[in-house]
């Protein structure tokens, strides 16, 4: 037994060796295998970020297009229909430039939670960036499917969003394209969803469409129109006319209405039902609108210059009013043109006011504060009272033309409007009067101002001074 010892004495630091190296090479793989599962985790976490939004977690338009090819595929195999539905939400730009960018991202984030909420697990919602979502619905019966759940998601977005722990509503506008019904193509469904949502948002937002072959015209001739726009901008197309504005009690000339006019070398004086639609829902509105502000201050300007303190409106669009630096841009113009704020006139959409009433509020303070008075325009067509309106330091109320043709039978809502108005420190402009019938009415209702045809139309600048001369000279002759 001693004689074995020296053996195994000296086989120790063998097997000592052997299990050295068995343990190494178990740590060895051992590493080895975390090393590819991490491996496999980055491979997984670079495949979820280039296939999925970062903000939202949801599929990004490419993996979207993914399975759109897979579910037309199925689709056609099983003789089935799918659909893709294009959902933009509506003023997003709005909120991002009044409630800022960390606002955006949670109005993103609760949408996109709402979405899902709405469809299947076998559905695909994606962002496709910015504030446009697509929705994949597969397996459906027919069209009606599609349109149920458009209208579903109009509900669940209807209710109000907690925005930096405010509540907050937001909308949004909604096209269908369904599949082979509308095409087969990816692109061209994609395409064709996207066409029925911006007929939506030319027909007044929130709400949902299926696609119609129309679309796809109006859309064609809307991109020749908007082209054709820029090239009216670039070469001095636009000019500006003014409608004058009669003081019922002082029978004076106070005012005028900034009406831009496209005058085109070959159509001839375009109306402006034609290109105005077009022109401001495109980003083209903010160049022109600024030269019609600066166009419009200049000739007030030279009017104070002459002695003739009119007031001049200019229109504001939604978009044109809900820039972010509209209030900037206007003060350092008035100031450039030496001219006193009290001389402009702003005409806000009611719509605007309605629909974005936190952003609206403050921005309306500032106008203010540069002295120009605010009038809100086609007052009678949306939902908002005379008492919701007193809160924003409105000065005065236009009636829209639609209840003044029809003065026969709404006379008393005019009448009502007049009196409460009144009663609130507002003053009432009634717009569209045509008839001397009309203005005799509105006269004797107390309304306190009137444009329209029967005073005149549109005209130059030195119309306007031959209008206010005439009427000078009128009003001065001696009564027989």
């Known amino acids: 037994m001693n004689s074995l010892w020296p053996i195994a004495a000296g086989m120790a630091p ?36 280039a296939h999925h939004d970062s903000l939202t977690g949801l599929p990004n338009r490419l993996q979207f297009q993914m399975q759109l090819e897979h579910g037309v595929a199925y689709a056609r195999r099983h003789e089935s229909l799918l659909a893709v539905l294009f959902v933009d939400i509506d003023h997003f730009k709005t909120i991002n430039d009044t409630l800022g960018h960390d606002a955006g991202d949670q109005v993103l984030v609760q949408f996109a939670q709402r979405l899902r909420q709405c469809v299947r697990e076998v559905d695909t919602v994606a962002r496709q960036g910015g504030d446009e979502f697509i929705i994949l619905l597969t397996e459906l019966r027919n069209g009606a499917d599609a349109q149920q759940v458009a209208e579903k998601i109009m ?30 193509d990816i ?4 395409e064709k969803a996207y066409l029925a949502m911006y007929a939506v948002k030319q027909r007044g937002k929130g709400a949902s469409l299926r696609f119609l072959p129309s679309m796809q015209a109006k859309a064609y001739s809307a991109l020749i129109l908007e082209t054709a726009l820029r090239h009216a901008h670039e070469h001095h197309e636009f000019i500006l006319t003014y409608q004058p504005k009669l003081d019922l009690r002082r029978q004076q000339i106070t005012g005028v209405k900034a009406l831009l006019r496209w005058k085109h070398p070959e159509l001839g004086l375009v109306m402006p039902l034609d290109f105005l639609p077009v022109l401001e829902q495109s980003a083209l509105i903010l160049p022109v609108g600024a030269w019609v502000m600066t166009t419009a201050m200049a000739q007030a300007r030279q009017w104070l210059d002459r002695g003739l303190a009119l007031t001049v409106a200019v229109h504001l669009s939604p978009r044109q009013f809900f820039h972010k630096e509209i209030v900037q841009v206007y003060a350092a113009a008035l100031e450039k043109a030496g001219l006193p704020g009290r001389c402009i006139e702003l005409d806000i959409p009611e719509a605007v006011l309605i629909d974005r009433s936190q952003g609206a509020e403050e921005l309306l303070q500032q106008f203010k504060q540069l002295g120009v008075r605010i009038a809100v325009s086609d007052f009678g067509t949306g939902y908002a009272s005379l008492n919701y309106l007193r809160r924003y330091s409105v ?11 029809d003065l026969s039978r709404g006379g008393a809502m005019v009448r009502a409007i007049i009196e409460m108005a009144h009663s609130l420190g507002m003053r009432v402009i009634a717009a569209g009067v045509e008839t001397g019938e009309q203005l005799v009415q509105l006269s004797a209702m107390g309304c306190d101002e009137v444009f329209g045809f029967c005073l005149s139309a549109p005209v130059s600048p030195q119309e306007v001074e031959a209008l206010l001369a005439g009427r000078r000279q009128r009003l001065a002759a001696p009564i027989s």
């Open 155 to 184: 509900k669940a977005i209807g209710e109000p969003f907690l925005i930096k722990a405010q509540p907050m509503m937001v909308a949004a506008s909604i096209g269908v394209a369904v599949c082979p019904d509308d095409d087969e």
């Open 395 to 405: 000065d005065l109320v236009k009636i829209d033309k639609s209840f003044i043709d």
């Open 187 to 190: 692109e061209a469904l994609i």
């Open 14 to 49: 063998c097997l000592l060796a052997l299990a050295a190296g068995q343990w190494q090479a178990r740590g060895w793989r051992a590493r080895c295998a975390q090393l590819q599962a991490a491996q496999r985790d980055t491979e997984m976490r670079l495949d979820f970020i």
